[in-house]
């Protein structure tokens, strides 16, 4: 989890990949996501770093996901700063979360970036081309509407359903798009 | 005050259609638009009337205001193609495409005018004129990021509908509010400072009710 906002969201994949069994969790909060956790989602770091299995400060670049030869399946940075973008771009990481992505992508691993900004300037465009080029998923955190959220709850879940599907993980609570209903508004049922 | 402008606002078929209803309204009663011209793309009509609850031959400048309005000129896009729109001659300030979905991003981006949504966004771009477009999809793919690149490279504004979380909204209103908000400033239509960050946080997030509930 790096500074941007949108803290909901990286708690809340967490929140569903714990009740995986086969999935192990390692989790790095950057110093600014720290502070967007406790302003946002009113959880303090410590609640959140319970929701994963392993925990590894921002600046630990001996932890074990620094290298390669410690094998991870998937790397997913929610919510995903500019600064963050950028520095995985240019291969000039700061700290472990840059490296880590690093890793992933010398080892062909799968990185999924959320990048939580708009309006998006040149240098973010650029920099998200250049890593779609290498592979990365870009999935920045815009809602759907054809499955018609009423809260802000069902905002969030259908983005970590998204993240979820890119992982190959299972999302129980899906809501997919099953085409146009054929019901409208003043027609009734089919009898039939 | 300052002169009072005609602004394009094109509805395509990506979802969000309530987004576009709030960005019309307040266009409609902001003093400093004297005009609108509303565009609404063939499957972007079927999409609002599956997000509106409307049927699909229902007149989009009533499903999007709840009423017509003098203010407002409604031009089919695919049978209007020679609308005045279409003309570097008709002077508009610019084009906000809400939503915009990546087919018609990648139509504006390669020049492919099929329609006056297409066509105006094309004369937007030649005439230096403002152009935001908000986009609605995700993930993105190679295809998708290129045409962003280019179409920022050709003065247009790629704006995608991703809301904050940093006002800590309470409801799907507020969210919308603060989106609505956002980009209507973007465009130099200030309405609010409420969701304007400072020191001390912003209005909208210390007035609200509050920070959201824990996750138990």
């Not at chain 1, 399946?73 to 472990?96: N, W």
């Not at chain 1, 998923?137 to 959220?149: D, H, K, R, S």
């Not at chain 2, 793919?141 to 940093?166: C, D, F, K, S, W």
């Amino acid at each position: 989890m790096s500074g941007a906002t949108g803290a909901p969201l990286g708690v809340r994949l967490l929140e569903v990949l714990r009740e995986q069994d086969d999935v192990e969790t390692h989790l790095v909060m950057s110093r600014w996501a720290r502070s967007t956790i406790e302003l946002e989602t009113g959880l303090s770091v410590r609640q959140v770093a319970k929701l994963a299995d392993v925990v590894h400060a921002p600046g630990d670049q001996s932890a074990a996901i620094s290298s390669g030869s410690f094998r991870t399946d998937a790397m997913v940075v929610v919510p995903c700063s500019m600064k963050t973008l950028a520095g995985i771009r240019t291969g000039f990481p700061d700290g472990l979360p840059g490296r880590a992505a690093d890793v992933c992508l010398k080892e062909r691993r799968l990185l999924v970036l959320v990048p939580r900004e708009t309006p998006l300037n040149e240098v973010h465009l650029e920099n998200m081309l250049a890593l779609c080029r290498m592979g990365v998923t870009i999935l920045p955190p815009v809602p759907a509407f054809y499955n018609q959220p009423t809260s802000l709850a069902d905002v969030v879940e259908h983005i970590v359903t998204r993240i979820l599907d890119q992982l190959g993980l299972p999302a129980p609570h899906a809501r997919r798009w099953t085409g146009l209903p054929t019901r409208r508004a003043g027609v009734q049922d089919d009898p039939g | 005050m300052p002169e009072q402008r005609r602004i394009t606002l094109a509805v395509t078929e990506a979802g969000g259609t309530r987004l576009a209803a709030g960005v019309l309204r307040r266009l409609v009663s902001d003093e400093r638009v004297n005009h609108v011209d509303l565009m609404v793309s063939a499957n972007g009509r079927k999409l609002l009337a599956y997000e509106q609850g409307v049927a699909e031959d229902a007149d989009p400048v009533r499903v999007l205001l709840g009423a017509g309005s003098d203010k407002v000129s409604y031009w089919d896009p695919e049978a209007d193609m020679a609308g005045p729109p279409s003309s570097g001659s008709y002077r508009s300030w610019g084009m906000v495409v809400l939503p915009c979905a990546l087919g018609a991003a990648a139509r504006i981006a390669q020049g492919v005018a099929n329609t006056l949504i297409e066509r105006h966004a094309d004369v937007c771009l030649k005439e230096r004129r403002s152009l935001v477009l908000c986009v609605r999809e995700t993930p993105w793919n190679l295809i998708h990021l290129r045409n962003m690149v280019q179409l920022t490279e050709a003065g247009a504004v790629v704006y995608p509908m991703i809301p904050t979380y940093y006002n800590v909204p309470q409801s799907l209103e507020q969210m919308d509010d603060e989106f609505v908000m956002r980009l209507l400033g973007f465009i130099g239509l200030d309405q609010t400072d409420r969701y304007e960050w400072g020191s001390g946080g912003s209005a909208a997030l210390n007035d609200g009710a509050g920070r959201s509930q824990p996750v138990p």
